[in-house]
DNA sequence: ACCCAGGGGCAAG
DNA sequence: CTTGCCCATGGG
């Protein structure tokens, strides 16, 4: 017995590989990973995903397949670059994580290699998440759970100057200091502005957060790669220029142009002008 | 050995 | 409001 999920325009394994998230494995045809406390094993066959029976709604959800992605390709910049960007990135979609697991998790993302923070997030998981059924990995650990664990025990998960960042921002969390949830009724430069409160969490950070834990598709996170492109682009500039100029510039999916330049640059090592 | 990584915080200009 | 420097750690 076997979920189906009808899934146009999307490209599975892309979309788990393209740096959004850091917690998925590949066995076979089948990803198995988790969402939330929810199990879940994907198959993508054409435009059809078949999944764990009870999760086609959660699976649907997750992977933002009501985007709507012939239109916001069709807005994509007209240059050359941004162009091979979309070519080579055909069904990558911006995935609708959980709030908590999504901001912590880049928390430990910074100045990180994604194979890294792909290890230090199944670290966490196994030594302080629940389990989850029919799942070998875990859930991502509560903000309650991260939030007595010593700066010892995080940093021997390989944190470094990350672990006393990670376990205070879990403390503000679970003590309600702030709430994650109850956040995303705000507008995204006053959201931006309360995710920063959370030590470790700058703009870089905060707009991956708000990027793929809120849905505001605008949202450019400039890291290092961004910056190399943008740069390119542009010419010489600061990160807060280089975020405006692609704000300016790409439009009401910026967040989505920027994925497709992230995850081209990296495969193809390549920058505009080149 | 050496360089870099999906940065942030803080002090100094 | 900007820039410079340090913060640990692992992979290429």
């Not at 290092?224 to 990160?239: D, F, H, N, P, T």
Request: hydrophobic share 45%; charged share 20%.
């Amino acid at each position: 017995m076997t979920g189906l999920v009808p899934a146009p325009d999307f490209d599975l394994g892309l979309t788990l590989g393209s740096g959004q998230v850091f917690h998925w494995t590949q066995v076979g045809r089948e990803w198995h990973g988790v969402i939330g406390a929810t199990a879940v094993r994907v198959e993508q066959r054409g435009d059809e995903l078949r999944v764990t029976p009870g999760t086609e709604a959660l699976v649907a959800r997750y992977f933002a397949l009501d985007h709507p992605l012939a239109a916001i390709r069709a807005g994509f910049p007209a240059d050359a670059y941004s162009q091979a960007a979309l070519a080579s990135c055909g069904g990558l979609r911006i995935m609708r994580q959980p709030r908590w697991e999504c901001v912590a998790t880049f928390l430990t993302s910074a100045m990180k290699q994604v194979a890294h923070i792909r290890a230090i997030s199944l670290e966490l998981r196994r030594k302080f998440g629940e389990p989850v059924a029919g799942s070998r990995v875990r859930a991502y650990p509560a903000a309650e759970r991260l939030a007595e664990v010593s700066e010892r025990r995080l940093r021997a998960c390989g944190l470094g100057f990350r672990a006393p960042h990670l376990r205070a921002a879990a403390g503000m969390v679970a003590s309600g200091e702030i709430d994650l949830e109850a956040l995303a009724g705000l507008g995204t430069a006053e959201l931006r502005t309360e995710l920063c409160r959370l030590p470790g969490v700058g703009r870089k950070i905060a707009n991956c957060a708000l990027l793929f834990a809120y849905e505001r598709l605008e949202a450019v996170p400039v890291d290092v790669w961004i910056a190399r492109v943008l740069r390119g682009m542009r010419g010489e500039a600061s990160l807060a220029e280089l975020e405006a100029y692609s704000a300016e510039r790409f439009g009401p999916y910026a967040g989505y142009v920027q994925q497709y330049l992230f995850h081209h640059a990296r495969v193809s090592k390549s920058l505009p002008g080149e």
